[in-house]
């Protein structure tokens, strides 16, 4: 199945190769299930495979599993050079579905799509929308710094306005005037109603920077609106983010292995969820901790030829969200954990930098955490054992 957003491409072949069926199909319940009848009719014993495994392959790959039809999955990109070696440079819907349809006949290598798991699949939605949002935010705070730089450009140095002090200081005072007659006492107090913290640190910052500036540019009335619209903006997205993340933490809780991800120095509820959205939130794709630390790309891939050996690289198919997760919860490790650090501060006596050092104790961590979900134990630090006298 060569997938598209309103139109699959079906081509059915036999274990010769020999082309069976070649069908458009409509991306509709209806039509999937009258396709699966048809080609459940040509033989009984099939084997589906697809280039796309989420989007608009969603409804197709849950009928399919309903009906308990093996699917495989090959990547686009696996799709894309293999469609090289065979005649012909054209490039159809048709064709492609050939290529996945012949590359899923050949090959024994191929990983089955699973059911996913419904806390992982929630999971995975709540995560995602919040990797946007913080994205959004990102850009909100790059435009209130331009447009803050535009006409106040001592304040925008002043204020660190990933905070949220300093976001509700410019929804009330966005120019050097505004702030000199207001002076730093008003504004202290006016930031203290509003709970802010360090109001009078803020407020004297606000009020040096006023005093550094006493020329009105062009346009700055607008632009002082404009200022608190997008500080305002950055409130509101701060706000969900926040729910979002009460949300992450009460469905993160419910999973059987939240006890047990979060005893691991590091792995917050945050990165836990996480975790348990890019791996499915079971263990059993994964017979080993090596799978486990391959599909993260924490695992060096050899790239040996002729002579040439012992030359590792990381690998270039991986899940970036999972390398993430074992990044972050390393470095989180290294002010929580003493075995961490222990670990971290010995690969770089040996000589490696700092992000090598971190993979290399991502990849030692990655062996503890595929253990303790397998015998479902949570974390125990190994106590120190001082040397006899």
């Known amino acids: 199945m060569d997938i598209g957003k309103e139109h699959h491409h079906c081509v059915v072949i036999n274990d010769r190769g020999e082309r069976l069926l070649s069908r458009r199909v409509l991306n509709d319940e209806a039509a999937l299930l009258d396709l699966i009848r048809d080609v459940l009719d040509i033989d009984q014993d099939v084997l589906w495979a697809v280039d796309v495994n989420h989007g608009g392959a969603a409804l197709l790959i849950g009928l399919m599993l309903n009906h308990g039809q093996p699917m495989a999955y090959l990547t686009g990109l696996a799709v894309h050079r293999a469609s090289g070696t065979y005649r012909g440079e054209g490039k159809t819907d048709a064709k492609d579905a050939f290529v996945i349809a012949d590359q899923a006949r050949m090959r024994r290598d191929l990983g089955l799509l699973r059911p996913g798991d419904e806390i992982a699949v929630d999971l995975r939605i709540l995560t995602t929308h919040r990797t946007d949002l913080a994205s959004d935010r990102t850009r909100q705070i790059n435009r209130l710094r331009a447009q803050l730089l535009e006409i106040f450009p001592a304040l ?14 410019l929804t009330g005072y966005q120019t050097p005037a505004a702030i000199r007659r207001a002076g730093a006492k008003r504004i ?12 009078a640190t803020l407020a004297k910052a606000a009020l040096d920077a006023a005093q550094a500036q006493h020329t009105a540019l062009p346009g700055e009335k607008l632009a002082g609106g404009m200022v608190s619209r997008l500080a305002k903006a950055v409130m509101a997205l701060d706000e969900e983010i926040a729910e979002l993340d009460a949300l992450i933490e009460a469905r993160f809780r419910e999973h059987p292995h939240a006890d047990v991800i979060c005893s691991l120095p590091g792995m917050g509820t945050q990165l836990g969820a996480e975790f348990i959205a890019a791996t499915g939130g079971d263990m059993a794709a994964f017979t080993s901790a090596d799978r486990l630390a391959g599909y993260g790309g924490v695992a060096p891939a050899p790239r040996d030829s002729g002579r040439i050996s ?80």
């Open 156 to 169: 925008e140095r002043a204020l660190d306005l990933t905070n949220k002090g300093p976001a509700i200081l």
């Open 310 to 389: 012992g030359n590792l690289h990381r690998p270039r198919r991986y899940h970036r969200g999972l390398l993430r997760v074992f990044y972050l919860s390393a470095m989180a490790s290294l002010r929580s954990c003493p075995a961490s650090r222990t670990y971290y501060d010995r690969k770089r006596a040996e000589g490696k930098g700092h992000k090598q050092a971190l993979i290399a104790l991502a990849r030692r961590r990655v062996n503890v955490l595929w253990a303790m979900i397998r015998d479902g134990a949570c974390y125990q630090p190994v106590p120190s054992v001082s040397p006899a006298v």
């Open 188 to 199: 202290e107090t006016w930031l203290r109603n509003r709970k802010v913290r360090s109001a």
